[in-house]
Structures are given as C-alpha cells and as structure tokens.
C-alpha cells in the first residue's frame, strides 16, 4: 500500500515554504458538502462571539470550533471569540461584550431549569421569562447588526439529582427550551442549532457502541471533554466549516447534519512512548477509497487510503521531535475523512503525563506542587493490605472552612481514575472516575469533611481523617472496601494503572476585606483536569510503561 505523507523540511525558509504548499493543497483538495450549497456559513473577515455560561466559559468546544477552522481553512481571516460567565441565567446583559462582531451564538438555559426547584416551580414563569429573555438578547445583537445563532443547551444527567445540584425534573424544561428558540428564530431571522438533540443521540451511539451508560456530565451539569467535542462538531455540520468560505455580500446557509464515513476507526495502543509512531487502524465494511487529510498545528496533509474489512494501518506523519509533548501539555491531530458526499472528522488527543512505578517501590510522593520554588506541603501514595493510602501534608496556619462553595472551602482534592484497563485515561468520564475533596475546618473543633462529588461509591470504599499540625494539617484518605454492596474489597494487586491528582486549596481574606481562595495546583497542565483524565498522573502498578512519562492517547469519533 503506498502512501502520499507530507514531508516537512527543518530548514526554517524550506518549512515556510512547505507550509505554504500543504495549506493549499488541503484547501484545494477539501471535499465538498452533500447538498446544492457547498459554501461555509462564515464569510472572510467575520468576528464571532461565541456566548454562555460556564460550559462556554470552559473553552473546550470554543478552541475545538477554532481548530476545526483552521484545520480546513489555515490562515483564514475568521476571528472567534468566546465569553462564558459561570452561573448566570438568560437574563444575563451582555451589552458590553457584543458590540463589533459579526455573527454571535449564544447558548443559555442549563442555570434556568436547574435553579428553578423540583417542587415549587413555576413552568410556564420559567417558559415565558427564558423567552423573553432569549428574544431580548437576540434584539439586541440583530441592533448591533450581528447575524445571531441560537443553540439549545444539552440536557443535564438528573442521576445526580441529591448531589450538589438541584436536578430532578430540570430535564423537563430544558427539553421544551429549543422550542422556543426555534420560534425565536423564526420570528426574528435568527439561525438555531441543535445542541442539545444532537448531543442526546451521541450519548446513544456511546451506549451502543460500548455497551454501557458514558456519562457525558461528570457532576451532572458540565460536559467532559467527549461531550465538548461534540458541541463542536455540531457546529463544524451545521456551520458548514469545512466548505468554502464565503465572501461578503452572499447569502448565508445552515447545512444539514453530514452522513458519516461509514468506517471504523481505532488505536493501536493507549499509551505511546517517547520516539514510537502513532499507528492507528481504519476499517470499512466494503473495499473503499478515503480521501484523509490531517492537520496538526502548522503541519498538515492529504493522503487516498484504500480501506478493507480486514483493516489498513495508518502511521501518522509525524516525526519524534514534532511528538515531544511534555506531561501536563497536550495536542491534537485533527483528521477529516471524506468518500463521496460522506463526511467525518475525528481529534486525536495527545496528552503527555507523568508516570510513578508504585510497583518498584513501597511508596512515591514528592512535594506540592510539583514545579515552582514555594511548597505548600507534600503528597505520598502506597499500597497498604490491599488497599491503597493517599496522604500528606499540608502547610496553612490560617485554616478557613467558611466558603459558601465546598470546592472553595480549606483542604486537599483528590482526582482518582480507577477504571480498568481498557477504559482507562479516557476522556469520556465514567463511574469509576473519581473527584473527593477533603475539606478542613477548626471550628467549633477540628474536624475533616470528606464530599465526593464524581464518581460513584467512594463515600462506601474508603475513610479519611486529618489532624491539626504546627504549621497546618496532616490527611489521608484509604481505599480498601467495596465500591457498592455487591463489590467485594478493593484489592490494588489486581490494578494495573491508576490516575491520580493532588491538589491543595487555600482559603484566605484579600486586601480589599473579601474572601478569596488559592487553589495551589499539583502539576502544571493545559487544561483543567476537570475535562481531560488523560492529565491525571500514572501510578504504574505492573511496570508495564518504560521511563517517567509517556504519551496518552485518546481518539474521538463522531
């Protein structure tokens, strides 16, 4: 099987160069979309605002969109913008933020329906206020003389309906929101995307494809890194991004949802280390042939796979200094497939991350945090009758437990993935990923608060304690029970991976008489941990991985 890979030369004239060429040949060779119009729904030169609430304010499927763009456009004169604000409603005045900007999305709704109550509420209050608060906002963008998108919000996982969140029936109104954002937009000219019904048919093709739940909301209202993903590959169909852009003065068009590629695409490992190519294995029911072209950062490619049922190898064209992702950074390698008028992409996340060999001592640990020249107090983990300690120090001498937010309060959190083999590092969040805080509080005594708040049955498997120090606080936390009444005991023997993080948060009074908080972070990392496991730091219980890093990899798939 002979292979078309782009070659990019070191030398810094000949790279330029090389950069040129490839982004034109990728536009050149972009494929068309299904339909009469092939056009992107941007034109040159537009200023996007991208709009919402805290799942905007995480910037995962905001960067996403932006990469996708410059994976099919490189260069392109297209700005995107993105401005979340954690907690707020519809009602929210975004007067300042919208002014200059040629398109502008907004999704809003989740902080209506779940701050409404279970019992007490008001629907047709809730229904009416979100309405006019949704066609408020649209007025006033369209007065701006912005072209405005409106998309649904994704459901929320009521299962954590007794947690920190008040869920149950939330669902019930969020389900009846797009609604009214299509009568918005039909009423005002405005553009609706749907968010949250294509999110819930992704959370079916999980299922299937798995055969178990993938919880897309680690705490019941924010979606992971999966989920993100797939906010923007709605908007990458819809908004037609990889189309030709269009040019000011023609009509703008939404496109429908694209037929996928009807091929089967898998790693051939999880873990990569540092030098291995990245393979990956691509399958189709029928012999076919696949235009593939693959961006990553200013490289990038095209290349015709013929595809069998027996399956064809891909070695990703990227050499072992072009791979030197250091732990707590990561990158990614878009790739489109196109056969026809099918259409797929696919992000293939590349996380470096540090690895501890539990299995070659009795315990690791080191200081908090990790890099930096002031510790806040130390960490160590070891294995103990089966089970598995987690302790240290924390240095505070001035302990404060009075946030109002259980994440803000005083104490250690601990972020573990326990899940098998197969499924660990992944990025779509399950049961078995874990997210404990160990809060600290000295009045009216000294005391220990444990909350988990992901993940299901910690509270059963394990017990912690802290004691009061000259300098702070000590803690431990030891997992040893069952997770749920049928699990038998923990038994670290049988794991062979563990992921892990350690952070400290410490709460104090800023000069200006408000309360504030320092959330001292264990290692450095891109992103938040909260959306990518793949950060979380391996505790290598077999030896199975070579040296003290390693790459992670986690392909997404529509």
């Not at 000219?189 to 819930?200: L, N, S």
């Not at 705490?219 to 590959?233: E, F, L, M, S």
């Not at 819809?238 to 898998?266: C, D, I, T, Y």
């Not at 990245?278 to 029911?285: D, F």
Request: hydrophobic share 35%; charged share 25%; proline share 4%.
């Amino acid at each position: 099987m002979k292979k078309c890979y782009m070659t990019v030369s070191h030398g810094v004239l000949k790279r330029h160069v090389v950069y040129l060429l490839t982004a034109l040949l990728c536009l050149s060779f972009a494929p068309s979309h299904a339909g009469e119009d092939s056009r992107c729904f941007l034109r040159d030169g537009d200023r996007w605002l991208i709009l919402g609430d805290s799942i905007t304010n995480n910037g995962t499927y905001v960067r996403m969109v932006r990469r996708m763009l410059n994976h099919f456009h490189p260069g392109s004169d297209i700005e995107i913008n993105g401005t979340g604000i954690d907690g707020i409603t519809s009602d929210h005045a975004f007067s300042k933020e919208n002014t200059n900007f040629s398109v502008v999305s907004i999704m809003l709704g989740t902080n209506d329906a779940i701050h409404s109550g279970y019992d007490k509420v008001d629907r047709q209050k809730v229904l009416g206020a979100y309405r006019q608060s949704m066609l408020k906002i649209v007025k006033l963008h369209q007065t701006n003389g912005s072209i405005v998108l409106l998309l649904s919000s994704p459901l929320v996982d009521e299962n954590f309906g007794r947690g920190w969140w008040e869920l149950r029936n939330s669902n019930e109104l969020l389900r009846e929101f797009p609604q009214i954002l299509q009568e918005i937009a039909k009423e005002t000219g405005a553009y609706y995307i749907p968010v949250q019904e294509e999110m819930e048919a992704y959370s079916i093709r999980l299922q299937k494809t798995f055969g178990i739940v993938r919880p897309l909301y680690p705490d019941g209202v924010h979606p992971n890194g999966w989920a993100q993903y797939q906010i923007a590959k709605t908007l990458w169909e819809h908004l037609n991004v990889s189309g030709q852009v269009s040019q000011k003065g023609e009509e703008r068009r939404l496109a429908p949802a694209f037929k996928p590629v009807p091929v089967e695409v898998s790693l051939c490992t999880k873990f990569s280390e540092r030098g291995d190519p990245i393979k990956l294995r691509l399958k189709s029911s029928e012999p076919v042939n696949v235009s593939l072209g693959w961006s990553y950062g200013n490289l990038r490619g095209r290349t015709t796979l013929p595809l069998t049922p027996e399956g064809t190898e891909w070695i990703v064209p990227l050499k072992k200094e072009e791979l030197n992702v250091k732990p707590g950074q990561n990158r990614t390698l878009v790739f489109d497939l196109a056969s026809g008028t099918d259409r797929s992409i696919h992000i293939l996340d590349i996380t470096g991350t540090r690895v501890w060999h539990l299995n070659q001592e009795k315990a690791v640990g080191g200081d908090i945090p990790l890099e930096g020249t002031q510790k806040h107090g130390t960490w160590k983990i070891s294995k103990y009758e089966g089970g598995l300690l987690l302790s240290g120090t924390v240095i505070d001498k001035d302990i404060r437990g009075d946030a109002e937010l259980f994440t803000s309060r005083d104490g250690v959190h601990i972020f573990l993935d326990l899940r098998q083999k197969q499924r660990f590092a992944e990025l779509a969040f399950d049961e078995d990923v874990h997210f404990l805080c160990l809060t600290i509080q000295e009045k009216p005594y000294f005391g220990v608060g444990i909350s988990p708040s992901w993940g299901r049955g910690l509270s059963f498997a394990g017990y912690g304690g802290a004691r009061k120090t000259a300098d702070g606080y000590d803690w431990h936390f030891y997992i040893s029970h069952g997770f749920k009444d049928r699990d038998k005991s923990f038994d670290v023997e049988k794991r062979d991976f563990i992921g892990f993080n350690i952070d400290i948060v410490d709460g104090g009074v800023g000069s200006d008489g408000k309360k504030s908080f320092e959330w001292v972070k264990f290692a450095k990392t891109d992103y938040e941990v909260q959306n990518f496991p793949s950060f979380l730091q391996i505790l290598d219980m077999k030896n199975e991985l070579k040296g003290d890093e390693v790459l992670v990899l986690n392909l997404w798939e529509p």
